[in-house]
């Protein structure tokens, strides 16, 4: 099952015993269509104060219940949202309101209702078999069908064509009913049906699903196939491109009765949920223990919301949730890696392994004119520094902050930390030092781990590694703030020194 996947793997019951027509007639049980499942399941559910849609994190007041209210009403409905807004997942987990097990025909390729029959085939079939009806059961797993839509989606993909061979073995006419290949649409019958990115579809395919949505049957090649479909449908866009005049046939976006938008994470506390929830973590055998200090922990989510807000990344296409999850899969990888190689039994994500991580930013943004001509990786490097910048001010005082001095006056809060640099302090870390390296080198620079201990509860507590992390961040968050310089190399070895000195050098040369 795919991380994105909400629709359940195994079944929670067993299969129902019944085989046939007559004994499913005996049984008591009585046909519904999709709709009416998912309207009659999200009662039940609502009822019992249940969780309608458990893994769907940050949309319970805003989106949540207008799919309820779609779902009610009996709707087909749109989810509208930038990529990486849960849009497919939402559609996958709706097969949880469907009934866990549905009778159908055993053979019939349309998972048609045992009590009517929609194929020549079947028609025959249950004429001669009677209450002898053979019926398979179906899991509400298996009554999920996606398709991606793209601009080479034919109408025989999407809802089937006449087979020739068919027709010329069995000296058939193409009109016949008999000789149509049926497509993935109709394969989903008593089922769900979700098109992804629906304005990529052709106008005659989007025609196609407009007769379905508005009669319920299908037409192939202009032959007439009064053939009810029984469908819930569920189709998902990006807002520019449903909103575009001509990507949407008007009749089509007047039958999509329900028009829902999606929305990114509001909050911090949300997106980090979700980036928790998703990312790898469980590595198995082997793998090297990894923490992660709070404030580091939230530069990792806040790197998304920086680039929602930059000016060089195309605000149209979005920032995917998922950079946040590959961005944090890669930070904990750099952090094991660093372990690996020391020869240490933990690790410690600091500052500088964002950085190591930003081919999993790099690849998640588009960037308009002025981001390319800044590079990528430019871009990239500047989002992580924004967001450590925003996390040692959520964790600490701004950079320019002034304290209580010891006569009554004040003085800035750094102004000891900075005093050693202005004296020719020089400080250089690298990545591959061990925790206790790495905490022993920061040591040096006077005043630091003391601004930690006072304003990291609990610091004095935590293990070397946490603490020498935190104080890393502090002179990053100076950095960015532009109050000291910091040199790198290719190499990952990062020389934080004094601005004015730097300054004075870069005009020398």
Same mark, same amino acid.
């Given at each position: 099952?795919?991380?994105?996947?909400?629709?359940?793997?195994?079944?929670?019951?067993?299969?129902?015993?019944?085989?046939?027509?007559?004994?499913?007639?005996?049984?008591?049980?009585?046909?519904?269509?999709?709709?009416?499942?998912?309207?009659?399941?999200?009662?039940?559910?609502?009822?019992?104060?249940?969780?309608?849609?458990?893994?769907?994190?940050?949309?319970?007041?805003?989106?949540?219940?207008?799919?309820?209210?779609?779902?009610?009403?009996?709707?087909?409905?749109?989810?509208?949202?930038?990529?990486?807004?849960?849009?497919?997942?939402? /559609?996958?987990?709706?097969?949880?309101?469907?009934?866990?097990?549905?009778?159908?025909?055993?053979?019939?390729?349309?998972?048609?209702?045992? *009590?009517?029959?929609?194929?020549?085939?079947?028609?025959?079939?249950?004429?001669?078999?009677?209450? @002898?009806?053979?019926?398979?059961?179906?899991?509400?797993?298996?009554?999920?069908?996606?398709?991606?839509?793209?601009?080479?989606?034919?109408?025989?993909?999407?809802?089937?064509?006449?087979?020739?061979?068919?027709?010329?073995?069995?000296?058939?006419?193409?009109?016949?009913?008999?000789?149509?290949?049926?497509?993935?649409?109709?394969?989903?019958?008593?089922?769900?049906?979700?098109?992804?990115?629906?304005?990529?579809?052709?106008?005659?395919?989007?025609?196609?699903?407009?007769?379905?949505?508005?009669? !319920?049957?299908?037409?192939?090649?202009?032959?007439?196939?009064?053939?009810?479909?029984?469908?819930?449908?569920?189709?998902?866009?990006?807002?520019?491109?449903?909103?575009?005049?001509?990507?949407?046939?008007?009749?089509?976006? @007047?039958?999509?009765?329900?028009?829902?938008?999606?929305?990114?994470?509001?909050?911090?506390?949300?997106?980090?949920?979700?980036?928790?929830?998703?990312?790898?973590?469980?590595?198995?055998?082997?793998?090297?223990?990894?923490?992660?200090?709070?404030?580091?922990?939230?530069?990792?989510?806040?790197?998304?919301?920086?680039?929602?807000?930059?000016? *060089?990344?195309?605000?149209?296409?979005? &920032?995917?949730?998922?950079?946040?999850?590959?961005?944090?899969?890669?930070?904990?990888?750099?952090?094991?890696?660093?372990?690996?190689?020391?020869?240490?039994?933990?690790?410690?994500?600091?500052?500088?392994?964002?950085?190591?991580? &930003?081919?999993?930013?790099?690849?998640?943004?588009?960037?308009?004119?002025?981001?390319?001509?800044?590079?990528?990786?430019?871009?990239?490097?500047?989002?992580?520094?924004?967001?450590?910048?925003? /996390?040692?001010?959520?964790? *600490?005082?701004?950079?320019?902050?002034?304290?209580?001095?010891?006569? !009554?006056?004040?003085?800035?809060?750094?102004?000891?930390?900075?005093?050693?640099?202005?004296?020719?302090?020089?400080?250089?870390?690298?990545?591959?030092?061990?925790?206790?390296?790495?905490?022993?080198?920061?040591?040096?620079?006077?005043?630091?781990?003391?601004?930690?201990?006072?304003?990291?509860?609990?610091?004095?507590?935590?293990?070397?590694?946490?603490? /020498?992390?935190?104080?890393?961040? &502090?002179?990053? !968050?100076?950095?960015?703030?532009?109050?000291?310089?910091? @040199?790198?190399?290719?190499?990952?070895?990062?020389?934080?020194?004094?601005?004015?000195?730097?300054? /004075?050098?870069?005009?020398?040369?």
């Amino acid at each position: 099952m795919t991380r994105e996947s909400a629709t359940e793997a195994e079944p929670s019951t067993p299969v129902p015993a019944l085989k046939t027509l007559g004994a499913l007639r005996e049984s008591g049980w009585s046909s519904r269509t999709v709709h009416e499942e998912l309207r009659g399941n999200l009662i039940l559910r609502l009822r019992k104060g249940e969780n309608v849609f458990p893994g769907i994190v940050g949309y319970e007041d805003s989106v949540v219940p207008q799919i309820q209210n779609a779902i009610l009403s009996g709707h087909s409905f749109i989810l509208l949202g930038l990529r990486g807004q849960a849009k497919t997942r939402i /559609a996958r987990s709706l097969t949880g309101l469907l009934d866990e097990w549905l009778p159908a025909i055993d053979g019939s390729e349309l998972n048609e209702d045992p *009590f009517a029959p929609v194929t020549v085939p079947s028609l025959k079939l249950a004429a001669e078999a009677g209450d @002898d009806l053979p019926i398979r059961w179906m899991h509400r797993s298996a009554r999920y069908q996606e398709k991606l839509a793209t601009p080479d989606v034919s109408v025989a993909d999407l809802i089937g064509d006449v087979d020739p061979i068919k027709a010329a073995t069995r000296q058939l006419t193409f009109a016949d009913p008999e000789v149509i290949h049926f497509g993935i649409l109709p394969r989903a019958n008593r089922g769900l049906f979700c098109v992804n990115e629906l304005p990529d579809l052709q106008a005659r395919i989007q025609v196609g699903l407009l007769n379905i949505l508005e009669e !319920g049957d299908i037409q192939v090649r202009g032959f007439p196939i009064r053939m009810p479909l029984d469908l819930g449908m569920i189709f998902t866009a990006n807002p520019e491109d449903y909103t575009n005049r001509g990507s949407i046939i008007t009749p089509l976006r @007047d039958r999509i009765a329900s028009q829902i938008l999606t929305h990114y994470p509001r909050d911090l506390a949300q997106a980090m949920e979700i980036t928790t929830q998703e990312a790898w973590q469980d590595r198995g055998a082997g793998a090297v223990p990894v923490s992660i200090p709070g404030p580091i922990r939230e530069a990792i989510d806040l790197v998304a919301f920086e680039a929602r807000d930059s000016e *060089f990344v195309d605000q149209s296409s979005g &920032v995917s949730a998922r950079l946040s999850i590959a961005l944090f899969e890669n930070v904990v990888s750099n952090a094991e890696r660093r372990a690996l190689v020391a020869g240490e039994s933990s690790a410690t994500v600091r500052p500088a392994d964002l950085f190591a991580g &930003v081919s999993a930013v790099t690849g998640k943004v588009e960037l308009v004119y002025d981001g390319e001509r800044e590079g990528i990786a430019t871009v990239a490097k500047a989002l992580v520094g924004k967001a450590l910048s925003r /996390a040692f001010e959520r964790a *600490f005082p701004d950079g320019y902050a002034e304290a209580e001095g010891d006569a !009554g006056g004040s003085a800035p809060v750094y102004e000891s930390l900075l005093e050693w640099f202005r004296k020719g302090g020089q400080l250089e870390l690298d990545d591959v030092t061990s925790d206790v390296q790495h905490h022993a080198r920061l040591a040096e620079v006077k005043g630091l781990e003391g601004l930690v201990n006072k304003h990291i509860e609990g610091a004095a507590s935590m293990s070397v590694g946490e603490r /020498a992390s935190l104080m890393e961040l &502090v002179l990053e !968050g100076l950095h960015q703030n532009s109050l000291l310089s910091r @040199d790198d190399d290719d190499s990952g070895v990062r020389i934080f020194g004094d601005m004015l000195a730097q300054m /004075a050098r870069s005009l020398g040369r």
